[in-house]
């Protein structure tokens, strides 16, 4: 390389980074803006009347900014603090059960030796792979004889059985305790459940905040099993509430847009109050 070419060299280096550092800030605001967006036209839309949803643009401001109408109707038209306690009920028990079912079976996948394992953690791997949808209609005629048809029992059972992705996550961070700790257990005279309750259970704390990330949040948005299962209107969830306002010759988009917003105030408020524990599980988890 001549003198010439080096200096050249050089003189482009601070241009080079330049360029990289102004189109990481570029894709930076283009993300934000992808998400800020819509959540703005939401807010925008749940201060407009029905007037100016039909007139005005979608970014338009409203012409009265402390017009709450909209969430008065989506509040008690809708039934949203009654599906918000439902979403609740369904959340914990859906939870909970997918904690302790997951954990349990990862218990017994990966510490115990047994006939036709390696066929039971494909099944695994096969029924995560089937469509939901193909099983509908069993799943339907199931629930319908088990009596959970039209009562909150019904999607929790339903997000019990075909949650393979945890037991999946539980298996992962169960490899990484050493077995060890079960023998050390044993010769102190521990039982099986007391070796899972007292020793594993707690070093799956990372494991349990993953679990709890994901499910909570599709537990949360899901519509499709509420929707099919709890036809009810006094047995709607959070979700289903807002299609209340959702006719076939047309959608009160305002009162719609009013209603999202108090579905997004919980989570933003719960997303606050637990983003450290929030961001220490989702790192743990990518890592496994």
Same mark, same amino acid.
């Given at each position: 390389?001549?003198?010439?070419?080096?200096? #050249?060299?050089?003189?482009?280096?601070?241009?080079?980074s330049a360029l990289a550092v102004g189109l990481t800030y570029l894709s930076l605001l283009l993300g934000c803006a992808a998400v800020l967006l819509p959540l703005?036209?939401?807010?925008?839309?749940?201060?407009?009347?029905?007037?100016?949803?039909?007139?005005?643009?979608?970014?338009?401001?409203p012409d009265d900014w402390l017009n709450f109408d909209n969430f008065v109707i989506a509040f008690e038209d809708g039934k949203m603090l009654t599906g918000l306690?439902?979403?609740?009920?369904?959340? /914990?028990?859906?939870?909970?059960?997918?904690?302790?079912?997951?954990?349990?079976?990862?218990?017994?996948?990966?510490?115990?030796?047994?006939?036709?394992?390696?066929?039971?953690?494909?099944? /695994?791997?096969?029924?995560?792979?089937?469509?939901?949808?193909?099983?509908?209609?069993?799943?339907?005629?199931?629930?319908?004889?088990?009596?959970?048809?039209?009562?909150?029992?019904?999607?929790?059972?339903?997000?019990?059985?075909?949650?393979?992705?945890?037991?999946?996550?539980?298996?992962?961070?169960?490899?990484?305790?050493?077995?060890?700790?079960?023998?050390?257990?044993?010769?102190?005279?521990?039982?099986?459940?007391?070796?899972?309750?007292?020793?594993?259970?707690?070093?799956?704390?990372?494991?349990?905040?993953?679990?709890?990330?994901?499910?909570?949040?599709?537990?949360?948005?899901?519509?499709?099993?509420? /929707?099919?299962?709890?036809?009810? #209107?006094?047995?709607?969830?959070?979700?289903?509430?807002?299609?209340?306002?959702?006719?076939?010759?047309?959608?009160?988009?305002?009162?719609?847009?009013?209603?999202?917003?108090?579905?997004?105030?919980?989570?933003?408020?719960?997303?606050?109050?637990?983003?450290?524990?929030?961001? #220490?599980?989702?790192?743990?988890?990518?890592?496994?």
């Open positions: 390389m001549t003198a010439a070419s080096a200096l #050249r060299a050089r003189s482009l280096h601070p241009v080079r703005g036209v939401i807010v925008l839309g749940s201060l407009k009347t029905s007037r100016e949803m039909a007139n005005d643009g979608p970014l338009s401001p306690l439902n979403t609740t009920f369904i959340l /914990f028990f859906s939870v909970i059960g997918t904690i302790l079912i997951g954990s349990m079976t990862a218990y017994a996948l990966d510490r115990f030796s047994f006939r036709l394992k390696r066929p039971v953690l494909g099944l /695994f791997l096969f029924a995560a792979l089937v469509p939901g949808v193909t099983t509908q209609v069993a799943t339907y005629q199931i629930i319908q004889q088990l009596g959970a048809y039209n009562t909150p029992w019904a999607p929790i059972l339903l997000y019990l059985g075909t949650d393979i992705i945890s037991i999946y996550i539980f298996v992962q961070f169960m490899r990484s305790i050493p077995i060890s700790l079960d023998e050390a257990a044993r010769l102190e005279g521990a039982n099986t459940f007391t070796i899972y309750w007292r020793i594993i259970m707690p070093l799956l704390r990372p494991a349990i905040a993953t679990v709890v990330i994901i499910k909570g949040v599709f537990i949360y948005n899901d519509f499709y099993y509420p /929707f099919l299962y709890m036809p009810s #209107r006094d047995l709607g969830t959070i979700s289903t509430s807002l299609f209340r306002f959702k006719g076939p010759f047309g959608a009160q988009w305002e009162v719609i847009s009013a209603g999202a917003v108090l579905v997004i105030i919980p989570t933003l408020v719960v997303f606050l109050l637990l983003q450290r524990f929030i961001y #220490r599980g989702l790192a743990a988890g990518a890592i496994k």
